[in-house]
């Protein structure tokens, strides 16, 4: 599997997550099982025909595990594009789902980034900020489609991720504001401030 075709399966998790309005966590598991699943069959070894079905089996089965309502496979398939729906069946589907139960041996307790995200938002004195955890999550949400994120732990990514948000959001709120983030430059320019590292609390947890 190339990186290009990967980033075609994480999109379309993307779109059929989107389409069915499922909570945050649902996106980050189905993408877990995803790259589980292709990593446990091997990347030269997974038919590339078959993207499509891993998608959406890998968004219904993170449904069942998330989602308070369980999914319905025939709803799911109709939310494909009509090329899209000539390689998936739903029998097709239950078959991969069998498959997958079994490469990844009924193990679906994995951690995410939403998790992690959350507790550092309230240890910086953040959680009841909105605006920067929803640019927090579409920065951890968008690293999910680059395979060179497969590298990170979800914390390190949550981490990095809650940066960016602060920094943003900081610098768009009043310069004259105690709370500073970003730190002035030699060069004129103003570099991303690392203070959440120096965070005792935040460093305990993430463990890096």
């Given amino acids: 599997m190339t990186e290009h075709l990967r980033s075609y399966g994480i999109q379309k998790i993307f779109d059929l997550h989107q389409k069915k309005d499922y909570k945050e966590e649902t ?24 993207i499509v079905q891993l998608s959406t089996i ?7 595990l998330e989602q308070p309502i369980s999914p319905s496979f025939t709803r799911m398939i109709n939310l494909l594009s009509p090329e899209e729906k000539k390689n998936v069946t739903k029998q ?7 498959d997958i139960l079994i490469k990844l041996g009924f193990d679906f307790n994995f ?11 309230r240890l910086l004195d953040y959680q009841l900020n909105k605006t920067v955890y929803d ?37 768009d709120q009043d ?20 203070i959440i590292w120096n965070n005792e609390e935040v460093t305990s947890v993430s463990g890096y």
């Fill in 27 to 50: 996106l980050f598991i189905a993408a877990n099982i995803f790259d589980r699943y292709v990593n446990m069959v091997g990347v030269t070894n997974f038919n590339k025909m078959n």
């Fill in 58 to 64: 890998s968004v219904l089965m993170s449904a069942k």
């Fill in 92 to 98: 097709s589907l239950i078959d991969l789902e069998a």
């Fill in 111 to 121: 951690p995410g980034p939403i998790q992690s995200l959350e507790r550092y938002q």
């Fill in 135 to 171: 640019m927090g999550f579409q920065i951890c949400k968008f690293s999910l489609n680059e395979a060179m994120f497969l590298n990170y732990r979800p914390s390190q990514i949550a981490a990095c991720s809650l940066l960016l948000s602060i920094n943003i959001f900081e610098e």
């Fill in 175 to 194: 310069h004259s504001s105690k709370r500073k983030f970003f730190k002035p430059a030699k060069n004129g320019k103003k570099e991303l401030n690392t």
